[in-house]
Every structure is written in structure tokens, then in C-alpha cells.
């Protein structure tokens, strides 16, 4: 039998990344269909291409993988070429695989309308169409998130159907609806976590996805609420309860836990038995036969940002602007000293181990690397994901780490920012959430009834409750460096942060970083922090537009029915 995803990828007759191409290309439907779908295992192949599309780890030969959130306020990465930066704005002339591509909307639209054919396994059949209205959850938020407004396919449709070729936007609202819609059902098809092969789609991740669709479109309405960005009539209230009410039927599943060392959470090749790993992606150069795709070296062209290294709290609980305890930022030996063990987990400190060699030899980090090719790295390199055991076959090189996709901790992040946005958050729903992540590292727990006024609490362009901008610190460091960064500062309309600012790095002149980098080769601020990117400037966010894509011209040409986004 003809692997149908090899129709496709290898065929053309997918793409409908233009009116005009779409109506160019032989449909789908006059594809033979005997061949396809009769059993769950042809349900199986047909859905396994669109694992490919979840986040990993970039192919590479170079031996430098970019970490997640690099291209935020919290990480650097060689250029700051990304809108937040407001060094990206330019409209698109047309689309592509990346852009205004309703691709793989299609071919799960196209399956969908076929799984009727398959006979066998019902419990199987069930699972493999849920994975598929997951993955078309899946890629319609990737659309939300870009461009908002977006047409609704709710079924697969040829060139003659011009309600949809010729479709208008929907109302963002109704997108999100429509996501959280797919993925009910899915979470009545799918099996648990526990009964699912290895490292497939369950309906606990679907029930994550939906917390995370619904809080990312109820904070959205909230935050972006009276610009051109917002719903008019929504607060985002309905969203928010439906993200607090998803994540709490996680937790109360009870399939998931904590992992009990939060440092070497990330670093493993392989999540099979972790209790808190809900969906991950394997690289294993030898077995798997991928060559290539992970290589990892270190400093990896990549750094967090002081910003970043100042979020985190000292052990007591209390921030360090206001602790005794806090040891300054001055100085890389004592940076970590008395903080958040989340901190020492995530960036390297002298003493640190680096690599251990195939005789067991080890090497320990000593200072930040500088080097020509790392021109904008901020001195603090990143801890998190670093494997200390390399390849034998590449002495600077570890190829096996896996990619984290889904864990457990992010619900219960979302469960406490819900409630905290509703304004119904308890000290009960504080302790099982944000405190089992604190009482994970040692850390004391979040006391609704006592939290400390931070004087340096993020300028967000407006005013919080002191639990959310605690709720909202506890997802920065939690989180960080895993890839929803960005998508957070969209989402909260939170450009006051960065715009017309600049990331800073380590302090020059703490007797460590003064003695690699010559001072002639680098720019200070005021107060001696690396200003890794002052030749670019400072950076420059448009927030009438840039908080989202604009479409590309020819679709406005090729659609009369669709228009483009604000400010473009």
C-alpha cells in the first residue's frame, strides 16, 4: 500500500498557499481512496507525519542548536532578527510553507473525512482520529497566534467550493472555539497517557492544549481589550474559566506528577516512565538512524539576559531587591548563592560541570566564552539541556538529547494564572499548584495572605495584583528557555517591557568576564552590563501592528473577501 503521506509531501495537489495555486492543483479527492484507510494502522501512518511539525531541535551540521526563547527579553541569540525587536517588519509579497499556509489544516481535514473507511480496533480507529482533530487544534492556534482572524475549514473542500476558496476571516473568538471544539473531541476519543503507545498524543495532552489555547485567547481579549487587536464585547472571562477548568481536570486525573530533580529534567535521552513528561520527541543518531538533527555545543550562539537572571527569588522567598540574602549581581562565583536552585539549574557558574570525556576525565566551566562566532552572547550560557555526557563519535558534540514537547508543570501554571486573572484564586489553589513547583526545589510557598511588595516587579505598560505579577514570575523562571516567551508577551500585551530598550548581559567587571573580553570589543551600560547588541540599538516595537503577522499581498489580491491586519 502507497504511504499517503507520501502523497503528501512528495505531490504538489496539498498545498494551498494561494487562491490561484490551490485552484491550479489536482484535488485530493481524485487521488484513489481503495488503498487508503482500511485499517487503523493505515490511520496511523497517515497521522505520524504531522509529529514532525511539533517543536524539537533544529537540524544542523554545524553543531549549534538555538535555544528556546532566544529571541525574547530573556535570551539572546546572535542577532535580534525577530519583530520583537522591530528589525523584522516587512510585509510578505506571497505565501509559502511558512506563511498564511492552511497545508496541514487540509490534510487533516482530508483524513477526517476519510477515517470512515477503516475497519478493526475501534479503540484504535478512536485514537487516531482524535490525534488527528488534535493536530488540527494543534495547527489552527499556530495560525491564531500569527494572524488572529483566520477562515474556519471545517471539512476538506475542492477548487470548485468558493465558499471556502474564497473565504473571509473569522472572528479570532470563534477560532479559538473552534480549537477548543477539536480538541473536545479528542479528549473523547483518545486514550490516557497510560494506555497510548510511547510518546503519542493522549487525551491528557489534549486537555493541556486546551488550557493553553483557552489562556493564551482569554488573556489576549483581556490585555488587548479597546485596540485594534481586541474582541469587541469580550473580557476574555469565559476563556480564562474554560483554561482554569481544563487544567484542573489534568491534575485531577492524577497521571501526572512532578519529577523530583528539576535539574535534570532536561537533559535525558528519552522520558519513558518520567511521571511529569507528557509528550516529547526522541533524537538517537545510532537507532533511530537520525544524523545530524541534534548537535549540540556549547556556549551554542545563545545566552539569557540579566533581565532574566534577576527574576529569580532568593531562598527565603522573598525577591532580592528586598532580601538579605541576595549576594548581588556582580560577581559570576556568587550569582547563585541564596537563589531559587531553578537559577543554578539554568545558567553555568565556575565550577560547573562541563563535559565528562569517554576516559571519565571531567572538565568544569570556568568562565563565559566570547568567542568571534558568538558575537552576541550575553556571558550567561545556558545550564539547562546541557548533556555533560558527549558522543564518542563527537568529542564537542551530544546528539541524543530529547525535546521536551509537553510536561505536567505548565498546567498547573496555567490552573494558577486563570484563577489569578478571574480574580477567585485561594490559598488552596495556590498549594496545589504553584507551591508543589516551589516545594519541588526547596523553595517556601507562595502566601496569598503575605506576598512581599517587589520594588522592581516588570514595568508591563500597567498595573497588577501582587499575585499575578507572582503568578506571572513563577511561569518566567519555571519555564524559561522552553519556548513560551514570546507567545506570553503577545498575549499580555507587554511591549512596555523591551520596546526602546535593549537586553543586557553579565557585569564586565566582576574579575571574571573582565579577564576573557577585552573592553574595547564590547559595549557597557551605564552600570557595566554587556549591551550585546548596541550597534543594532535599542529595540523598536511597533505595537500598532507587530503583535501580529501581516498577510501576504497576493492573498489580499487573489481574496477580495480577506483583509489585512491592523497597522500593515
Given at each position: 500500500?502507497?504511504?499517503?503521506?507520501?502523497?503528501?509531501?512528495?505531490?504538489?495537489?496539498?498545498?494551498?498557499?494561494?487562491?490561484?495555486?490551490?485552484?491550479?492543483?489536482?484535488?485530493?479527492?481524485?487521488?484513489?481512496?481503495?488503498?487508503?484507510?482500511?485499517?487503523?494502522?493505515?490511520?496511523?501512518?497517515?497521522?505520524?507525519?504531522?509529529?514532525?511539525d511539533?517543536?524539537?531541535?533544529?537540524?544542523?551540521?554545524?553543531?549549534?542548536n538555538?535555544?528556546?526563547?532566544?529571541?525574547?527579553?530573556?535570551?539572546?541569540?546572535?542577532?535580534?532578527?525577530?519583530?520583537?525587536?522591530?528589525?523584522?517588519?516587512?510585509?510578505?509579497?506571497?505565501?509559502?510553507?511558512?506563511?498564511?499556509?492552511?497545508?496541514?489544516?487540509?490534510?487533516?481535514?482530508?483524513?477526517?473525512?476519510?477515517?470512515?473507511?477503516?475497519?478493526?480496533?475501534?479503540?484504535?480507529?478512536?485514537?487516531?482520529?482524535?490525534?488527528?482533530?488534535?493536530?488540527?487544534?494543534?495547527?489552527?492556534?499556530?495560525?491564531?497566534?500569527?494572524?488572529?482572524?483566520?477562515?474556519?475549514?471545517?471539512?476538506?473542500?475542492?477548487?470548485?467550493?468558493?465558499?471556502?476558496?474564497?473565504?473571509?476571516?473569522?472572528?479570532?473568538?470563534?477560532?479559538?472555539?473552534?480549537?477548543?471544539?477539536?480538541?473536545?473531541?479528542?479528549?473523547?476519543?483518545?486514550?490516557?497517557?497510560?494506555?497510548?503507545?510511547?510518546?503519542?498524543?493522549?487525551?491528557?495532552?489534549?486537555?493541556?492544549?486546551?488550557?493553553?489555547?483557552?489562556?493564551?485567547?482569554?488573556?489576549?481579549?483581556?490585555?488587548?481589550?479597546?485596540?485594534?487587536?481586541g474582541?469587541?464585547?469580550?473580557?476574555?472571562?469565559?476563556?480564562?474559566?474554560?483554561?482554569?477548568?481544563?487544567?484542573?481536570?489534568?491534575?485531577d486525573?492524577?497521571?501526572?506528577?512532578?519529577?523530583?530533580?528539576?535539574?535534570?529534567?532536561?537533559?535525558?535521552?528519552?522520558?519513558?516512565?518520567?511521571?511529569?513528561?507528557?509528550?516529547?520527541?526522541?533524537?538517537?543518531?545510532?537507532?533511530?538512524?537520525?544524523?545530524?538533527?541534534?548537535?549540540?555545543?556549547?556556549?551554542?550562539?545563545?545566552?539569557?539576559?540579566?533581565?532574566?537572571?534577576?527574576?529569580?527569588?532568593?531562598?527565603d522567598?522573598?525577591?532580592?531587591?528586598?532580601?538579605?540574602?541576595?549576594?548581588?549581581?556582580?560577581?559570576?562565583?556568587?550569582l547563585?548563592m541564596?537563589?531559587?536552585?531553578?537559577?543554578?539549574?539554568?545558567?553555568?557558574?565556575?565550577?560547573?560541570?562541563?563535559?565528562?570525556?569517554?576516559?571519565?576525565?571531567?572538565?568544569?566551566?570556568?568562565?563565559?566564552?566570547?568567542?568571534?562566532?558568538?558575537?552576541?552572547?550575553?556571558?550567561?550560557?545556558?545550564?539547562?539541556?546541557?548533556?555533560?555526557?558527549?558522543?564518542?563519535?563527537?568529542?564537542?558534540?551530544?546528539?541524543?538529547?530529547?525535546?521536551?514537547?509537553?510536561?505536567?508543570?505548565?498546567?498547573?501554571?496555567i490552573?494558577?494564572?486563570?484563577?489569578?486573572?478571574?480574580?477567585?484564586?485561594?490559598?488552596?489553589?495556590?498549594?496545589?499548584s504553584?507551591?508543589?513547583?516551589?516545594?519541588?526545589?526547596?523553595?517556601?510557598?507562595?502566601?496569598?495572605?503575605?506576598?512581599?511588595?517587589?520594588?522592581?516587579?516588570?514595568?508591563?505598560?500597567?498595573?497588577?495584583?501582587?499575585?499575578?505579577?507572582?503568578?506571572?514570575?513563577?511561569?518566567?523562571?519555571?519555564?524559561?528557555?522552553?519556548?513560551?516567551?514570546?507567545?506570553?508577551?503577545?498575549?499580555w500585551?507587554?511591549?512596555?517591557?523591551?520596546?526602546?530598550?535593549?537586553?543586557?548581559?553579565?557585569?564586565?567587571?566582576?574579575?571574571?568576564?573582565?579577564?576573557t573580553?577585552d573592553?574595547?570589543?564590547?559595549?557597557?551600560?551605564?552600570?557595566?552590563?554587556?549591551?550585546?547588541?548596541?550597534?543594532?540599538?535599542?529595540?523598536?516595537?511597533?505595537?500598532?501592528?507587530?503583535?501580529?503577522?501581516?498577510?501576504?499581498?497576493?492573498?489580499?489580491?487573489?481574496?477580495?473577501?480577506?483583509?489585512?491586519?491592523?497597522?500593515?
Amino acid at each position: 500500500m502507497k504511504n499517503i503521506l507520501k502523497l503528501f509531501f512528495l505531490s504538489g495537489i496539498l498545498a494551498l498557499t494561494s487562491c490561484d495555486d490551490f485552484l491550479d492543483k489536482t484535488p485530493l479527492d481524485e487521488v484513489s481512496e481503495d488503498a487508503f484507510y482500511s485499517t487503523p494502522s493505515d490511520l496511523q501512518a497517515a497521522v505520524n507525519g504531522w509529529y514532525n511539525d511539533l517543536p524539537g531541535w533544529s537540524a544542523t551540521s554545524i553543531g549549534y542548536n538555538i535555544l528556546p526563547d532566544m529571541y525574547s527579553d530573556v535570551g539572546t541569540a546572535e542577532e535580534p532578527s525577530n519583530r520583537l525587536s522591530g528589525l523584522s517588519y516587512t510585509v510578505p509579497t506571497s505565501a509559502t510553507a511558512s506563511v498564511w499556509s492552511f497545508d496541514e489544516v487540509r490534510e487533516t481535514n482530508w483524513l477526517l473525512d476519510h477515517v470512515d473507511q477503516a475497519s478493526g480496533d475501534q479503540t484504535l480507529i478512536d485514537q487516531y482520529t482524535g490525534e488527528t482533530y488534535f493536530f488540527r487544534a494543534y495547527f489552527y492556534f499556530e495560525l491564531l497566534k500569527r494572524y488572529g482572524d483566520v477562515p474556519i475549514f471545517p471539512v476538506y473542500f475542492d477548487n470548485l467550493d468558493d465558499e471556502y476558496v474564497y473565504a473571509a476571516r473569522d472572528p479570532r473568538n470563534e477560532v479559538a472555539d473552534f480549537i477548543i471544539s477539536d480538541l473536545d473531541t479528542a479528549i473523547s476519543l483518545m486514550q490516557s497517557f497510560t494506555e497510548v503507545a510511547t510518546s503519542r498524543v493522549s487525551k491528557e495532552a489534549a486537555q493541556l492544549l486546551k488550557a493553553r489555547v483557552a489562556l493564551y485567547e482569554g488573556t489576549w481579549e483581556h490585555y488587548h481589550s479597546g485596540t485594534d487587536f481586541g474582541v469587541s464585547g469580550l473580557d476574555g472571562s469565559t476563556f480564562l474559566q474554560t483554561a482554569a477548568d481544563a487544567a484542573e481536570d489534568l491534575m485531577d486525573s492524577g497521571v501526572f506528577s512532578l519529577y523530583s530533580d528539576y535539574k535534570t529534567l532536561f537533559n535525558q535521552t528519552g522520558y519513558a516512565g518520567n511521571s511529569e513528561v507528557m509528550l516529547w520527541r526522541d533524537y538517537n543518531s545510532i537507532d533511530l538512524g537520525i544524523n545530524n538533527v541534534l548537535q549540540q555545543t556549547w556556549p551554542n550562539r545563545s545566552g539569557f539576559t540579566k533581565f532574566a537572571i534577576d527574576s529569580y527569588l532568593c531562598i527565603d522567598g522573598n525577591p532580592t531587591a528586598v532580601s538579605s540574602l541576595y549576594q548581588g549581581n556582580e560577581n559570576f562565583a556568587t550569582l547563585e548563592m541564596n537563589r531559587d536552585p531553578r537559577l543554578a539549574a539554568t545558567i553555568m557558574a565556575p565550577g560547573d560541570l562541563i563535559e565528562i570525556k569517554d576516559d571519565g576525565t571531567e572538565e568544569y566551566w570556568e568562565y563565559p566564552d566570547f568567542g568571534s562566532t558568538n558575537s552576541g552572547l550575553t556571558g550567561y550560557e545556558s545550564e539547562k539541556y546541557r548533556n555533560v555526557v558527549y558522543d564518542e563519535n563527537y568529542d564537542d558534540f551530544t546528539e541524543d538529547t530529547s525535546r521536551i514537547i509537553m510536561r505536567y508543570a505548565e498546567a498547573l501554571l496555567i490552573f494558577a494564572e486563570a484563577k489569578a486573572e478571574l480574580g477567585t484564586i485561594t490559598q488552596g489553589d495556590l498549594d496545589k499548584s504553584i507551591n508543589l513547583l516551589r516545594a519541588r526545589v526547596d523553595m517556601p510557598d507562595l502566601n496569598l495572605a503575605g506576598i512581599v511588595t517587589d520594588p522592581n516587579w516588570p514595568n508591563y505598560g500597567y498595573t497588577l495584583t501582587d499575585i499575578l505579577y507572582e503568578v506571572r514570575r513563577e511561569r518566567s523562571v519555571e519555564l524559561m528557555a522552553e519556548g513560551f516567551r514570546a507567545d506570553d508577551l503577545y498575549r499580555w500585551r507587554a511591549h512596555a517591557l523591551f520596546d526602546g530598550d535593549q537586553p543586557r548581559g553579565a557585569y564586565y567587571y566582576d574579575g571574571i568576564v573582565s579577564t576573557t573580553l577585552d573592553e574595547s570589543d564590547v559595549t557597557l551600560d551605564s552600570d557595566g552590563f554587556i549591551l550585546p547588541f548596541a550597534s543594532t540599538g535599542n529595540y523598536n516595537f511597533d505595537e500598532s501592528k507587530a503583535y501580529l503577522n501581516p498577510l501576504p499581498t497576493d492573498e489580499l489580491q487573489l481574496n477580495p473577501n480577506l483583509t489585512q491586519n491592523p497597522g500593515w
